[in-house]
């Protein structure tokens, strides 16, 4: 049995416009998401590091939609810019409990990634560096680069993560939540500044 005590919800970091069609056909893996018109926040250097990376015993990385454990991380701060135009979606932490989910220790395009299948990954994964709020506080700088790699570790979920795990949507302030209701979300949305840079 796969004990998820202690883990929080997990997180996916999506443009404004993609809200209608996530919450029709879920989160898509990359490659999977190739087939229909979307829009994404993803930096096409990282993505180019993630396209041929194969996942140990699974797919290429790209056939994984993949979850953040926290999204106040790296990812996020490299975005900032674009918070008015961002949401974070939260999804319910049993998203883990379905089949070939691979937990990966720190940013997936990393060289120095491990892979794991959930019930080790639970038991491998740093949640202590991983839900501390800040990684910029290191005089090392090898120690500051690896707490960044390790703060956005990743849940990877095969193809697709079905709509029925998303439990709510956090946006940066009123007027974002105001134009997803004027976009006919009925999904709780919770304005919620802190997580965002």
Sequence with gaps: MINLIGIRNLHNIQPIET???????????????????????????????RENKQIPNGMKLHDYANLYFDAHNPMLCSIKKQNTEI????????????????????NASSDYAAFYPVEIGLEKLNFQMIYNRYWTNHKDPILLMEHKSIKCAEALIPNCVPPDYISEIIVYN????????????????????????
Excluded: W, Y
């Design 19 to 49: 809200i209608p069609s996530i919450l029709e056909h879920g989160i898509l893996s990359h490659n999977r998401a190739k087939t229909i018109k979307h829009k994404s926040v993803a930096s096409p250097i990282i993505q180019a590091r």
């Design 87 to 106: 949401v974070i979606i939260q999804l319910d932490k049993k998203i883990l409990m379905v089949k070939n989910v691979v937990l990966c220790d720190r």
């Design 174 to 197: 009123d007027s974002v939540k105001t134009r997803l209701e004027s976009m006919g979300i009925t999904l709780q949305i919770t304005v919620d500044s802190s997580i965002f840079f």
